[in-house]
């Protein structure tokens, strides 16, 4: 990997992780490490909120990670590194949501050697003390809230959850979606909209 000496980093970039990036640029191994090992718990917590999948998300770090590994001398300072690694790992769960849909996946039923199971009734299992009407209410939203997020395209349900459960600001997930901040909003709107058309009686 070659080193962009004539590019000056970008503003948010702590002097630090600069360093340990153009050193990575060079081959040195030890700094790659450290930027893996920097950002390694944030991107398995992002894949796995997104995709409510531990084998997906673990797919998604190595993919993300490889990536980076390949594409690191192409890395041009002109924004933070944190944006820059969000939008590859965006970009693969986008992939992976696409393949979802086609597929028609049911990612809360899981096989096991005892059979097949729910996991929202498992979850509710383990409540046995809640009151059951309560609890009733509690599968049924359960239920609405996943049925709802369904409804969404990838692009709505990465915003949605990227803004609701990472708690990111409209500018941050517009620049990770390599899209306006604007536009970031406007898709937020449109899934709000579902979900709460989805959610019926329950908002």
Known sequence: MRELTAIAPHPSLTLDEAALIRRAQKGDQDAFASLVESYDHNVLRIAYNLLRS?????????????????????????????TWLYRIV???CLDHLRRRKVRKEEPSVQQ???????LIDQIEEHR????PQRRLLSKQL??????????LTPREKMVFELRHFQGMRLRGIGEVLGTTEEAAKNCLFRATQKMRAALGEFV
């Not at 673990?58 to 300072?77: C, G, H, P, S, T």
């Not at 050697?113 to 729910?118: A, D, L």
């Not at 359960?142 to 409804?151: D, M, R, V």
Request: aromatic share 12%; hydrophobic share 30%.
């Open 54 to 82: 531990e084998d997906e998300a673990r797919d998604v770090y190595q993919e993300a990670f490889l990536r980076v590994y390949k594409n690191l001398d192409k890395f041009r300072f002109d924004c933070t590194f944190h």
């Open 90 to 92: 965006t970009n693969i």
């Open 112 to 118: 096991t050697p005892s059979g097949t199971i729910n």
């Open 128 to 131: 046995a003390n809640a009151d």
């Open 142 to 151: 359960g239920e609405k809230i996943k049925s709802a997020l369904e409804s």
